[in-house]
């Protein structure tokens, strides 16, 4: 099995910014792409950034030039530095993960539990 934890969230204040970590433990034979998704109340869940192994990553457009993802591939942890929060970033974030947990086993997906982040003066 493979954990994911996350850490983080908060309330800041519209212009802010905050930085989301996200650890993956467990059975990890290889982590294929690590991201970060979001959920609005009353909305679906969206791809916020993603990291890919060779280190391509993916934005929604909403958040280009504002959030930054990183990873560090020695410690199995990703990060989100979010700058110039906006009310309408108000979400629970949650960490995904792409893992192959054997060398020749399936990519399999996997969850954070999500951390809130509020912005809002």
């Known amino acids: 099995q493979v954990q994911l934890v996350e850490s983080g969230g908060g309330l800041v204040q519209p212009g802010g910014s905050l930085r989301l970590s996200c650890r993956a433990s467990?059975?990890?034979?290889?982590?294929?792409?690590m991201g970060w998704y979001r959920q609005a109340p009353g909305k679906q869940r969206e791809l916020v950034a993603r990291?890919?192994?060779?280190?391509?990553?993916n934005y929604a457009d909403s958040v280009k030039g504002r959030f930054t993802i990183s990873r560090d591939n020695a410690n199995n942890t990703v990060y989100l530095q979010m700058n110039s929060l906006k009310p309408e970033d108000t979400a629970v974030y949650y960490c995904?993960?792409?893992?192959?947990?054997?060398?020749?086993?399936?990519?399999?997906?996997?969850w954070g539990q999500g951390t809130q982040v509020t912005v809002s003066s």
């Open positions: 995904n993960a792409v893992v192959t947990t054997t060398a020749w086993g399936p990519n399999d997906n996997y």
């Open positions: 467990g059975s990890i034979f290889s982590i294929k792409a």
């Open positions: 990291i890919i192994s060779g280190d391509s990553t």
